[in-house]
């Protein structure tokens, strides 16, 4: 298993940016893709945007393409996901996880064994 910790999660006002951050341990970071998610009130968990091990690869959910980064430092055992042009509907819980590399980018949810424990991002109108 691998241990993640999120952080830079807050409250910030539309059209804002933000930077998320999450701090891998426990095992060889560059096996695994990296994924972050987020969790609306009352709705499911969705892929915002997943990584390869490489950092070659990249998904983005269309809600968030073009105003969403992400990218990673092996070197630093950390995955960012770079947060511009926020809007309220952006509002949620982020949680950072990890799946083992398979040779191909996945997004369900089953594809990653570990998470974190998640950090509120809320954007005001």
């Known amino acids: 298993q691998v241990q993640l910790v999120e952080s830079g999660g807050g409250l910030v006002q539309a059209g804002d940016s933000l930077r998320l951050s999450c701090a891998a341990s426990?095992?060889?970071?560059?096996?695994?893709?990296m994924g972050w998610f987020r969790q609306a009130p009352g709705k499911e968990r969705e892929a915002v945007a997943v990584i390869s091990w490489t950092g070659g690869s990249t998904y983005y959910v269309d809600s968030v393409k073009g105003r969403f980064t992400i990218s990673r430092d092996n070197a630093k055992n950390t995955v960012y996901l770079q947060m511009n042009s926020l809007k309220p509907e952006d509002t949620a819980v982020y949680y950072c996880?990890?799946?083992?590399?398979?040779?191909?980018?996945?997004?369900?949810?089953?594809?990653?064994?570990?998470w974190g424990q998640g950090t509120q991002v809320t954007v005001s109108s």
């Open positions: 996880a990890a799946g083992f590399w398979r040779n191909r980018l996945t997004t369900s949810a089953g594809d990653f064994s570990s």
């Open positions: 426990g095992r060889t970071f560059i096996n695994y893709k």
